[in-house]
């Protein structure tokens, strides 16, 4: 093979230091982790149709519910803002694109957190 | 004029509008847009959790939202999403593992995908919010 740039010119040519396929490998990661707490909640979601506060309430406290709860809207929200900064990406350029993936990522996080918050109030008291 | 900056007069990509966009294509952009529809769709299940903390007048007024004609049709459009996102997301994942990437076999998987979320749509409307 017909090389002539030095060995480091070489090695950088190759890519970045392993860190440029963290976003791709979390997208994948939270998918897979996504399948099975979406079936668990949309059947969920199918069997609380028409129940009222009282019901929901305790649906929500029990504390496997809760765990597989913070899950789905943890993991859910951290999938979607990776997925949105994609779209952001593709579509917008400049100021708007940085602005516009911070205020993702920072919505993302104020609503996950919020929810956390809201699902251990129900199941601990408060 | 240098011949290499000459304006070229080749055929232009077809237009979105005239152009019948192929059931691959569709579904691809489907996923895109279901996602979106999601990612709202996730910070309404976080609106549900903190109404349901807050009181239940907040959760009444949350509710009243819910079995309203709007109420219906994003709740509706929330399971579409969910169960087309999630079939096509696990269509997505074979690809990234390196399979079915062949064209007749895109075609085929793509198809399973409609089926498979129309199926599940279709029950959970039924069932869940008693559309039909």
């Known amino acids: ?126 | 004029m240098s011949v290499a900056n000459r304006p070229v007069h080749r055929p232009l990509s077809p237009h979105l509008q005239v152009y019948r966009l192929p059931m691959l294509a569709i579904l691809s952009i489907l996923h895109r847009a279901t996602g979106i529809a999601l990612a709202v769709g996730a910070l309404y299940l976080a609106v549900w959790v903190m109404c349901a903390a807050a009181s239940p007048r907040t959760y009444a007024t949350f509710q009243g939202f819910n079995v309203s004609i709007l109420g219906r049709f994003v709740l509706a459009g929330w399971l579409f999403s969910a169960f087309f996102h999630l079939s096509n997301g696990i269509r997505h994942l074979f690809w990234d593992a390196g399979y079915g990437f062949e064209l007749k076999d895109a075609y085929r998987s793509g198809w399973i995908v409609v089926a498979v979320s129309a199926v599940a749509t279709a029950l959970s409307w039924i069932v869940g919010l008693r559309l039909i």
């Open chain 1, 1 to 126: 093979m017909d090389d002539r740039r030095t060995p480091l010119a070489r090695a950088r040519g190759l890519g970045s230091a392993k860190e440029g396929v963290h976003h791709w490998s979390a997208q994948r990661l939270t998918a897979i982790a996504l399948i099975p707490l979406v079936v668990w909640f949309a059947v969920s979601l199918v069997m609380l149709s028409g129940a009222d506060y009282p019901v929901v309430r305790a649906w929500i406290g029990s504390p496997l519910v809760m765990v597989m709860l913070i899950l789905t809207i943890g993991i859910g929200l951290h999938h979607a803002q990776l997925g949105l900064q994609v779209v952001w990406e593709d579509y917008t350029a400049g100021a708007v694109r940085l602005v516009m993936i911070v205020f993702t990522k920072f919505l993302a996080a104020l609503f996950g957190l919020g929810a956390i918050v809201a699902i251990l109030r129900i199941g601990l008291g408060g």
